[in-house]
């Protein structure tokens, strides 16, 4: 069992940046495959970000060039940092683990990932 904790949201004008961090449980966090999601109101879950065990990122399309995520094993934490934000990015956002993974492999869908953190709210104004 993993345990996520998300934190770092929260209210900030557009073009601006946030940097969220999501703290895992468990003693093999280096090999975790981790993923950022968000959903914004009324409208499902989509894919931001993923991170291999071995560092490899893949940013989808739309926040492609305004994301990167990181992770440091040393404190068990994945990092989402976003830039030039506009109003559309407003979301909770979520970070997910799977433990299992195939080489090379980025994992992109909800089904992929069996463990989620509560959500953390980013909210961008115009």
């Known amino acids: 069992q993993v345990q996520l904790v998300e934190s770092g949201g929260g209210l900030v004008q557009a073009g601006g940046s946030l940097r969220l961090s999501c703290a895992a449980s468990g003693r093999t966090f280096s090999s975790y495959a981790m993923g950022w999601f968000r959903q914004a109101p009324g409208k499902e879950r989509e894919f931001v970000a993923a991170l291999t065990w071995s560092g490899n990122t893949y940013p989808a399309a739309p926040v492609k060039g305004r994301v990167a995520i990181s992770r440091d094993n040393a404190k068990n934490t994945v990092f989402l940092q976003m830039n030039s934000l506009k109003p559309e990015d407003t979301a909770v956002y979520y970070c997910?683990?799977?433990?299992?993974?195939?080489?090379?492999?980025?994992?992109?869908?909800?089904?992929?990932?069996?463990?989620w953190g509560q959500g953390t709210q980013v909210t961008v104004s115009s």
């Open positions: 997910a683990v799977r433990t299992t993974y195939r080489m090379g492999t980025y994992y992109t869908n909800l089904s992929d990932y069996p463990y």
